[in-house]
């Protein structure tokens, strides 16, 4: 099993920042890819960022392009997301995904339990 738990989510005002950063655990040979997504009350869960192994290449939302970036830690199997300018339309309860190899031969698709994201205005 592999494991994801979120952190860095809260409350901020419009303009403002925020990080988050996301740590998989358990029995993980490899991480192909790691990615935020969100989903806001009423609406679908909606992809935010993504990113390979190795750093790159990623991949973002219109909505959060020049705003939001993604990074990793492979060392540590961690995902970043640095969000900048942050507008009320980004709150939303934000979801970590991670897909890779296990150790026992085998893939995963993992999801953290989520962080909430409010941006006042």
């Known amino acids: 099993q592999v494991q994801l738990v979120e952190s860095g989510g809260g409350l901020v005002q419009a303009g403002g920042s925020l990080r988050l950063s996301c740590v998989a655990s358990?029995?993980?040979?490899?991480?192909?890819?790691m990615g935020w997504y969100r989903q806001a009350p009423g609406k679908q869960r909606e992809l935010v960022a993504v990113?390979?192994?190795?750093?790159?290449?990623?991949n973002y939302a219109d909505s959060v392009k020049g705003r939001f970036t993604i990074s990793r830690d492979n060392a540590k199997n961690t995902v970043y997301l640095q969000m900048n300018s942050l507008k009320p339309e980004d709150t939303a309860v934000y979801y970590c995904?991670?897909?890779?190899?296990?150790?026992?031969?085998?893939?995963?698709?993992?999801w953290g339990q989520g962080t909430q994201v409010t941006v006042s205005s």
């Open positions: 995904n991670a897909r890779g190899i296990t150790v026992r031969p085998g893939s995963f698709i993992s």
């Open positions: 358990g029995s993980i040979f490899s991480i192909n890819a």
């Open positions: 990113i390979t192994s190795g750093g790159g290449p990623t």
